[in-house]
């Protein structure tokens, strides 16, 4: 499954809760999936919080071209563990 063929139903959702959602079922999410899919540009502060309460997120710069074709990283942001788990 392409990464722009995810999403969810975010509906009365917060931001938050939209991240959340997106990694409980695919497991991972990056910036640009997070814009073009639910319009949130501030994962990293999503992923932050997140962090803070006990979830286990690891981050790995993927290399990309961007829309001018030079080389470029761009974080990909998975869940490892949710907290208690």
Do not use: C, D, W
């Amino acid at each position: 499954m392409g990464l722009f063929n995810r999403t969810i139903n975010i509906k009365g959702l917060t931001q938050e809760q939209v991240v959340k959602k997106h990694l409980q079922k695919y497991k991972e999410l990056t910036s640009a999936e997070a814009i073009s899919k639910y319009g949130i540009t501030r994962l990293s502060a999503y992923i932050y919080i997140m962090r803070e309460s006990g979830y286990s997120i690891s981050t790995t710069i993927m290399p990309v071209r961007n829309r001018y074709g030079n080389n470029s990283n761009i974080a990909v942001y998975k869940l490892v563990a949710e907290p208690g788990v």
